[in-house]
């Protein structure tokens, strides 16, 4: 269906500009609050949510303006918690959805699709889209400082986009973080706190710094706008894939918001009547060595039990007590879907796998998703002739330790055919 | 000296605007019961059916109590005891 809207037409709708957010609103209790940097309720602690009027998006919102708009996450900008325009990550989003047969053919399936992120602009993972939305905000509260606790790629897009933006951060990163993490956040002119402790360490300080300085934390004060950018991983696939979601998704967890967020989407999209079912079953990835949110699924509990000391080549999943675990665990379970863990050989395996299948250099993150699913679907959990969709969120170039050993070295030869020629005829597949 | 409880900043309504509340106590749960005596606000948005909620961590001197003895683990004067709501990441 296509719905045209009566009276809008361009992309500087009127109504776009007040936005359709009418508030906060408490994930548990349903107490409403204004549009403020505030990320709890004072009622009971629980999360607070963006609130949004879903009819006044229905009546402005059509596949054909969203399609004439231009291809980035703002293209969704009516489910998006901004007033006006984006202030910060204008260019944000728009990544391929890419048809991945010669992966679906090496996992022994029909239909599979990656959504690559691994080329988000500009820090090369999907944190570029919660961030865009997050600083935009921090913009008209008027923060001047920002920060962020982060396993890596928050860290790299806090800082980048901050830079472009005019805002001072402070980034709290584990003092352990891959070295390519820590430059690409440097690079940038963040201020760069390591802390010798876990990520849930760095977590629990930057909740502190946030309550004495009063900056704008993107994934605490600001965290109900920050979480809504996720969403637009959903938006585009759905878009992409012709305005319908796929039958399953496979997604990573970490702190277990993005897999909440991407069907969130897909039921924004039907309630406005852009698709006409959001029915998908969602699959959770974690790495074994820090798998609260799997473990949790598999048992049957309703709430994860925190990981104290995270172990994994997957850094950027490494959070061992994941603040959206409950909701992660909820609906996995009541889409249908399932979650799986795997282990750092699997993981690097997997990495490999999809850079020579599809020429995609996922980071670790990207190494469980794809081993996941590989052991869902050889669980029969996944069946294998109906649609499936692989969210890859980060790039390989950050976490190159992980599969540094499993690549050949190059061969090192003169500068003349008599020593390359002998090469093609014992390794063929050298030269492919 | 006491055990000084750190209040979220969002919280302090509940607590006459104070960031640090002075307690005695044995265990966590008796200085918590102690700050509920003083503003009995706070206590019902801490617990639930005598349980800390879900969404909300405690720290004793900056490690969480769920990694110690829970609300049974021991306190003594001087000691700093935060209250903090869980926050995502990534």
């Known amino acids: 269906m296509n719905r045209a809207p009566a009276t809008i037409n361009s992309y500087d709708e009127r109504d776009v500009m007040s936005g359709f957010v009418r508030g906060l609103k408490c994930r548990l209790c349903g107490t409403t609050y204004g549009k403020e940097p505030l990320n709890f309720c004072t009622e009971d602690f629980g999360p607070l949510e963006v609130d949004y009027d879903y009819d006044a998006i229905r009546q402005n919102v059509s596949r054909d303006?969203?399609?004439?708009?231009?291809?980035?996450?703002?293209?969704?900008?009516?489910?998006?918690?901004?007033?006006?325009?984006?202030?910060?990550?204008?260019?944000?989003?728009?990544?391929?959805?890419?048809?991945?047969d010669r992966l679906a053919e090496a996992l022994g399936v029909d239909k599979l699709w990656i959504k690559n992120d691994a080329v988000n602009f500009p820090t090369l993972s999907f944190k570029d889209r919660v961030v865009s939305v997050a600083l935009s905000k921090a913009k008209e509260f008027g923060f001047e400082t920002v920060g962020c606790a982060s396993t890596g790629n928050l860290a790299n897009s806090v800082a980048a986009n901050s830079a472009a933006a005019g805002l001072t951060s402070y980034i709290f990163i584990p003092a352990d973080l891959e070295a390519t993490k820590i430059l690409g956040t440097s690079i940038y002119g963040a201020k760069v706190i390591g802390v010798r402790g876990t990520y849930d360490e760095v977590n629990r300080l930057c909740t502190q710094v946030a309550f004495k300085y009063n900056w704008g934390f993107v994934n605490i004060n600001l965290r109900p706008f920050y979480a809504e950018g996720s969403k637009s991983v959903g938006f585009e696939i759905a878009q992409q894939l012709g305005w319908r979601v796929p039958q399953h998704i496979v997604v990573p967890m970490a702190g277990g918001s993005l897999i909440g967020k991407i069907p969130k989407a897909f039921d924004e999209l039907a309630r406005?009547?852009?698709?006409?079912d959001a029915t998908c079953k969602v699959y959770g990835a974690q790495p074994a060595g820090c798998s609260p949110i799997s473990t949790a699924v598999k048992n049957g509990w309703d709430s994860h039990r925190p990981v104290r000391k995270p172990n994994t080549i997957a850094k950027s999943l490494a959070i061992g007590d994941p603040a959206d675990g409950y909701f992660a665990i909820k609906l996995i379970r009541e889409s249908g879907g399932w979650a799986e863990d795997v282990t750092d050989d699997e993981i690097a395996d997997a990495m490999v796998l999809l850079g020579r299948t599809e020429g995609i250099f996922a980071e670790t993150a990207g190494g469980v998703t794809v081993a996941v699913a590989r052991k869902l679907i050889e669980q029969g959990r996944i069946p294998r002739n109906e649609e499936i969709v692989l969210c890859i969120t980060g790039n390989g170039l950050k976490t190159q330790d992980a599969v540094v050993d499993r690549l050949e070295a190059p061969t090192i030869i003169r500068p003349s055919l008599e020593e390359f020629s002998p090469l093609v005829a014992e390794t063929p597949a050298a030269v492919v | 000296m006491a055990i000084r409880i750190h209040i979220p900043t969002p919280m302090r309504q509940h607590t006459d605007g104070n960031a640090v509340v002075e307690v005695s106590g044995e265990t966590?749960?008796?200085?918590l019961d102690a700050l509920g005596e003083k503003y009995p606000a706070i206590t019902q948005?801490?617990?639930?059916?005598?349980?800390?909620?879900?969404?909300?961590?405690?720290?004793?001197?900056?490690?969480?109590?769920?990694?110690?003895d829970n609300l049974e683990t021991a306190v003594k004067d001087g000691d700093e005891v935060s209250i903090i709501p869980a926050v995502a990441g990534g």
């Open chain 1, 272 to 276: 406005v009547g852009l698709i006409d």
């Open chain 1, 65 to 100: 303006l969203l399609e004439r708009r231009p291809d980035t996450m703002w293209r969704f900008r009516e489910f998006l918690p901004i007033d006006g325009e984006p202030a910060v990550g204008a260019q944000v989003g728009g990544t391929p959805l890419i048809k991945a």
């Open chain 2, 28 to 31: 966590i749960q008796a200085a």
């Open chain 2, 45 to 68: 948005r801490v617990f639930d059916n005598g349980q800390v909620r879900r969404f909300i961590n405690i720290y004793l001197n900056d490690e969480d109590i769920r990694y110690l």
